[in-house]
Structure formats: structure tokens, C-alpha cells
């Protein structure tokens, strides 16, 4: 039986699976008051860059903590679908997990605008921090640049840092994303960021996944993914129509 280890990323109490492949873990745990989960502060971690790096700091702590066949991520309100149409269970991934050893979310699609302007118009991801991506990515793993400019011209993209995948590939793409990101993080001045904006190492590493496997070119299968919430897609479409015609810094 393949040892799947699936964790939560929360910051906040939440019910939570209670099947055995899910491990809730408490992201940004460093200095806050326990809510039940583990917390992403033990061992090698980075626990205190949570503020800029969220959910990315439960993906580093796994790499170098947790030991299972099999390693992915969710999110408390955000989960894969499974046949059933509910939580994906064991099962599911298992059956997926027999021809392939990676699965992401299925793609979202953006019929008018590539990857890179859709998220320009969003409330937090800078033209300048995509361009601090590119030049570390240039300068860290240039062979990866065609990667990222073939990913940001698309229409389409897996998003929300979610996936399961084998442990040799998740340790593979762990020790090529994480010095970029910290690269990035080192190299973005903060300063003048609204809240929002000093997240933004994480938004940035939402595309890595994708600039992986273009590169590397590794079969995956796609799962639906179930939303736990509904988004306020109202508030979303009309902070993006702002943005776009007010433009960015």
C-alpha cells in the first residue's frame, strides 16, 4: 500500500478529514498560539516567513521532515474532488497514483488574457516582482526561462499550490524552487506593500509547478478541485476591472 501524506495548510481552527493520508498542519506556527494542528515550526523550517511565503511554508517543512511514498498539499477550505464527488479519498489518489506519480488541480482557463496579464490585474502580484522571478530564475536556472515565458503567455494554468506527488519528484522540485523563491524574497523591497502585497512570494510561487513541468515534461493526471467556500467572485471580477484600467505599479 503506497504511504500518502497529504497535508492541510490552515492558520486557523477548521474541521478537518479524518482519514489517515490527510495531516492538517498549522502554517506560520512560529510565535502564535496553538490551534490544534502541527505546527510547520519544528525541525528544519521556516515557520517565521510565513508571512510572505503562506502555504509554501508547509511544502518546505515536508521536504525536510516528512517521510511518505507519496507527499501533496490542500488547503483547509480547498480540497481535490473525488469520484464520489466529495473529498477524494485514498482511493482516489491511489487509483491515479497506479499510471503516474504526479496530480495537480485541473487547469483554470482565462479565455481573453494570458497567465501573466490576468494576474497583473489582480490586487497582489506586482509587474516588478514578476520581473525580480525572471531575472533570478535567468540567473539561478536559465535553462528554465523558456519554461516560464511559455507559462506566462498561456491562457490557462494549475493554481493554488496544490498537488501529490512522489517523493523523489517533490524533493527534486523542492531544491529547485525553493532558492529561487528565497532569491525573490530577498531581492523584492516590501516596504511600501499593503498586507496583501507582502504575500508576494507566494502568488509567485503558484506558477512554479508549471514552470517545473514544462520543463521536465513529467506525466501527470488532473483532479477537479472541491471548494469548501464559495469566493466572492463579485468583489474578484470588480477589483480586477479596477485594476486593469487604473493599471499597476
Known amino acids: 500500500m503506497k504511504d500518502i501524506k497529504i497535508l492541510v495548510a490552515a492558520h486557523k481552527p477548521y474541521p478537518m478529514p479524518r482519514e489517515e493520508i490527510y495531516l492538517p498542519i498549522h502554517v506560520g506556527r512560529e510565535g502564535k498560539e496553538p490551534i490544534g494542528f502541527r505546527g510547520d515550526n519544528t525541525g528544519d523550517n521556516i515557520s517565521i516567513d510565513n508571512p510572505r511565503f503562506c502555504e509554501l511554508t508547509a511544502v518546505y517543512w515536508a521536504w525536510k521532515n516528512l517521510d511518505a511514498d507519496y507527499i501533496g498539499l490542500v488547503h483547509y477550505r480547498r480540497y481535490f474532488r473525488g469520484e464520489t464527488k466529495g473529498m477524494a479519498h485514498r482511493e482516489d489518489f491511489t487509483k491515479l497514483l497506479a499510471h503516474c506519480d504526479l496530480i495537480l488541480p485541473k487547469k483554470r482557463h482565462y479565455c481573453i488574457e494570458t ?3 490576468h494576474h497583473l490585474h489582480l490586487p497582489y502580484v506586482c509587474e516588478k516582482d514578476l520581473r525580480v522571478l525572471e531575472s533570478v530564475i535567468g540567473a539561478k536556472s536559465p535553462e528554465y526561462l523558456p519554461a516560464f515565458h511559455t507559462v506566462m503567455n498561456r491562457r490557462s494554468a494549475h493554481m493554488f499550490n496544490m498537488f501529490v506527488m512522489k517523493r ?4 527534486q522540485y523542492c531544491s529547485w524552487m525553493f532558492p529561487i523563491l528565497q532569491e525573490a524574497d530577498r531581492r523584492i523591497d516590501t516596504s511600501e506593500y499593503t498586507p496583501m502585497e ?3 512570494v507566494a502568488y509567485l510561487g503558484e506558477f512554479m509547478l508549471d514552470i517545473w513541468n514544462e520543463k521536465r ?5 488532473e483532479m477537479p478541485v472541491l471548494f469548501l467556500e464559495k469566493d466572492n467572485l463579485l468583489k474578484k471580477g470588480a477589483t480586477m476591472l479596477i485594476r486593469k ?3 499597476r505599479r
Do not use: K, T, V
Open 115 to 117: 497567465i501573466r496579464s
Open 168 to 171: 523523489e519528484l517533490f524533493c
Open 198 to 200: 507582502r504575500r508576494a
Open 217 to 221: 515534461r513529467i506525466p501527470y493526471e
Open 245 to 247: 484600467f487604473r493599471g
